[in-house]
């Protein structure tokens, strides 16, 4: 089984690279408003026809075609994500696209550790280092299909996309893991092992990361009536807006790795679906609760498990989610959650209330892959004379 993966390296400056980074970048500013054809943008092999002859000579032959067919992508990606162009693209980062494969056309890695890379000066060999988290990677990769680098800051980064052979996933081991806000992920293995992993910090962070983008949201409301300039307050909004995202992808990835590392071998991570049709028909009640979830990193965090689950030959699947928090865990009937106390009034297990939904989610599954049935919910009359609430809206 053959998976792609992302490996950043730092690449040595070079004033023929930078200047072919930006060389790049211009072919493609230069092909946008081509592309663009009154709004019906063109695909990748009528650019190059209408286009090839007018920007060929700054690159070599293959980077020409590439900056063609990322420019043709931009716009056909916007198109499929429901957002067509209205106006042609700005390309304004720095980046370029050097093909490698077992040719090395654009670029190859050499045994000696260096880099061979075509620049506008010719061909060169240049230093580059890896980072500690990504030498692993790089290391069992079977083949590099490209490399992309980019110009910040002064600093020529890499982005090398490899091809890794990942062991094929058996999974026979169910693992219940349950996402909240403050414990961001409660896993149960079947020896009734748990995983915490806290997300109350990154909550706190990105909360007063919230309140001070409020504050500059109105400000620049004030001045955009004012018809003064608002630059300054939009670069500052942008730039909290990334680091948001940063932080949040990063406490995804590095949670995803702590859950992969933790896990048993041949382990099947089961998660609640969330996304069923009955879940996404439930209107979420008040703007407070419809921000506070907005901040929810679950989806991410679920995307993350999966691509380092596929590196460790891990399975990834989904349960019913209904009850799951409320259920208890030992004898099945409705208990009672206080925050994260759980406590069933039938039996007197008591639990902490993320782990007793792990387990749920765990058993779930097994019984599932046992008899081969979706599982039965009997407590959704007392559900429904409780809470007055249809049974298949009451959600754990």
């Known amino acids: 089984m053959h998976i792609q993966r992302s490996v950043t390296i730092i690449i040595q400056s070079d004033s023929d690279l930078e200047r072919t980074v930006e060389a790049f970048r211009g072919v493609q500013q230069a092909l946008s408003e081509a592309c663009f054809h009154d709004g019906e943008p063109l695909h990748a092999f009528a650019l190059q026809r209408e286009c090839y002859h007018l920007v060929k000579g700054t690159?070599?032959?293959?980077?020409?075609?590439?900056?063609?067919?990322?420019?043709?992508?931009?716009?056909?990606?916007?198109?499929t994500n429901k957002k067509p162009a209205t106006r042609p693209f700005l390309f304004r980062k720095a980046r370029a696209l050097f093909l490698v494969g077992k040719r090395g056309r654009d670029a190859d890695f050499r045994i000696d550790g260096s880099l061979s890379i075509w620049t506008v000066g010719g061909r060169k060999r240049l230093a580059y280092t890896v980072p500690p988290r990504f030498q692993a990677i790089l290391a069992r990769?079977?083949?590099?299909?490209?490399?992309?680098?980019?110009l910040r800051d002064g600093k020529l980064i890499g982005r090398v996309?490899?091809?890794?052979?990942?062991?094929?996933?058996?999974?026979?081991?169910?693992?219940?893991?349950?996402?909240?806000?403050?414990?961001?992920?409660?896993?149960?293995?079947?020896?009734?092992?748990?995983?915490?992993?806290?997300?109350?910090?990154?909550k706190v962070k990105n909360r007063r990361t919230y309140k001070t983008r409020k504050r500059l949201q109105s400000r620049h409301a004030t001045h955009k009536a004012e018809?003064?300039?608002?630059?300054?307050?939009?670069?500052?909004?942008?730039?909290?807006?990334?680091?948001?995202?940063?932080?949040?992808?990063?406490?995804?990835?590095q949670s995803a790795q702590q859950l992969v590392d933790w896990a048993p071998q041949h382990a099947v991570l089961v998660f609640e679906n969330l996304h069923i049709p009955q879940v996404k028909k439930q209107a979420i009640q008040g703007k407070a609760n419809r921000r506070r979830l907005s901040l929810w990193?679950?989806?991410?965090?679920?995307?993350?498990?999966?691509?380092?689950?596929?590196?460790?030959?891990?399975?990834?699947?989904?349960?019913?989610?209904?009850y799951t928090s409320k259920l208890c865990s030992r004898c099945g009937?409705?208990?009672?959650?206080?925050?994260?106390?759980?406590?069933?009034?039938?039996?007197?297990?008591?639990?902490?209330?993320?782990?007793?939904?792990a387990v749920n989610i765990r058993n779930r599954f097994t019984r599932f892959r046992t008899s081969g049935t979706p599982s039965?919910?009997?407590?959704?009359?007392?559900?429904?004379?409780?809470?007055?609430?249809?049974s298949h809206l009451c959600v754990g």
């Not at 693992?175 to 961001?184: F, K, P, Q, R, S």
């Open 59 to 79: 690159l070599n032959a293959q980077m020409t075609i590439s900056a063609i067919r990322l420019v043709a992508s931009a716009y056909a990606s916007a198109k």
């Open 141 to 150: 990769a079977i083949e590099i299909d490209s490399l992309s680098v980019i």
């Open 161 to 202: 996309t490899v091809t890794l052979d990942a062991p094929p996933p058996q999974g026979l081991f169910p693992v219940g893991i349950d996402l909240n806000e403050t414990n961001a992920l409660v896993a149960v293995d079947p020896a009734g092992k748990t995983l915490f992993i806290s997300g109350k910090a990154i």
């Open 227 to 253: 018809k003064r300039d608002t630059r300054s307050v939009r670069r500052l909004l942008k730039r909290l807006g990334r680091k948001q995202g940063n932080r949040t992808r990063t406490f995804a990835q």
């Open 297 to 322: 990193q679950r989806g991410m965090m679920r995307t993350c498990v999966e691509n380092k689950a596929q590196e460790h030959g891990l399975l990834v699947t989904s349960v019913d989610p209904r």
């Open 333 to 357: 009937l409705r208990g009672v959650r206080r925050r994260h106390a759980f406590t069933c009034p039938h039996c007197g297990h008591t639990a902490h209330a993320d782990i007793n939904a």
């Open 376 to 390: 039965v919910f009997p407590e959704a009359l007392s559900c429904t004379q409780d809470e007055g609430k249809p």
